[in-house]
């Protein structure tokens, strides 16, 4: 990931040191919920758009609970401001072993930030439990939990289950996929509740996980408290700190079977949506689904 501000560390940014490079996946439910499935996890864990951030829209109803992790795309002016300043201050994250609350990866992949996104929902929390015993998901965690971040990013990099996962969903999506080669400006943060009931920020660009508070019993990651904490937290970060038009997508990771259509065909049919700092219209939603692309 490119920062502003960058840590005289360049593993942090593989733009310095480019290598491995894959095509960006979109921020779309039935592109992370391809690769999922496809990686080794039951089908009774899938992804949702999420159209609204207020309660009171009743939007969020159409939503399976329990939700273990939300995953946000926003752009690189948005991204920057609000976190480039912590994750200077960020000491090295130098955890491993199954002791750990949370599981963590640093990203070495450049435009992996997706997948990367899905590795760190799904891996964390109670959505571990729904990967597959032997699949090639479950495979790479038990061989990268051991490890310390350096060959942990290394494994990742060299998983050629990881690669052909990921090419599988590429192509996928509702619009056309940049070519690996070509510069995006987006950026993919996962919130997802870990085991010790923290609402924590992992993100592959940054030196370590974030823990951004403590849940409740029966608090999900789509909780009022967890989007406080997370999503909506940095969000109005966003409108104070931010350069330019706050553009974002959201997607849930729930315990569920896929929608039934009412949900989007619902949203699609208002002539606006109220989503918090940023309001759609119906233009405005073919066009937020150009900015599904992460940079990373």
């Known amino acids: 990931m490119t920062t502003t501000n960058a840590a005289p560390d360049t593993a942090f940014n593989w733009t310095a040191n480019p290598g491995k490079t894959f095509i960006p996946l979109e921020n779309n439910p039935s592109v992370l919920t391809h690769l999922l499935h496809t990686w080794g996890v039951r089908p009774t864990l899938t992804f949702h758009d999420i159209y609204s951030l207020d309660p009171s829209s009743g939007l969020l109803s159409f939503i399976p609970r329990p939700v273990h992790a ?7 002016h948005i991204y920057h401001p609000c976190r480039d300043n912590e994750n200077d201050q960020l000491p090295l994250y130098t955890g491993s072993g199954a002791d750990e609350p949370i599981f963590w990866a640093r990203q070495t992949i450049g435009h992996a930030c997706g997948t990367m996104a899905a590795l760190h929902a799904v891996a964390n929390g109670p959505a571990r439990k729904h990967i597959i015993p032997d699949s090639a998901l479950a495979k790479l965690l038990k061989g990268a939990e051991p490890l310390g971040p350096e060959p942990r990013a290394q494994l990742l990099y060299d998983s050629e289950d990881l690669e052909a996962a990921h090419a599988s969903a590429a192509g996928l999506g509702d619009s056309r996929a940049p070519a690996k080669e070509e510069p995006n400006s987006n950026h993919f943060i996962a919130f997802v509740v870990g085991d010790d009931r923290g609402l924590w920020e992992l993100n592959g660009g940054m030196k370590g996980p974030v823990r951004r508070g403590t849940l ?3 608090e999900d990651a789509l909780s009022e408290r967890a989007l406080d904490l997370g999503v909506r937290g940095f969000l109005e970060e966003a409108k104070r700190v931010g350069e330019g ?3 974002f997508s959201i997607v849930a990771l729930a315990e569920g079977g896929e929608s039934d259509g009412r949900y989007e065909e619902w949203v699609m049919g208002l002539a606006w949506v109220g989503v918090g700092m940023v309001y759609f219209t119906s233009d405005d939603l073919t066009l937020g ?4 692309y992460g940079e990373h």
């Open 245 to 247: 038009e706050i553009g």
């Open 289 to 292: 689904v150009k900015d599904r």
């Open 70 to 76: 939300l995953i946000l795309i926003v752009p690189a």
């Open 216 to 218: 409740e019993e029966g």
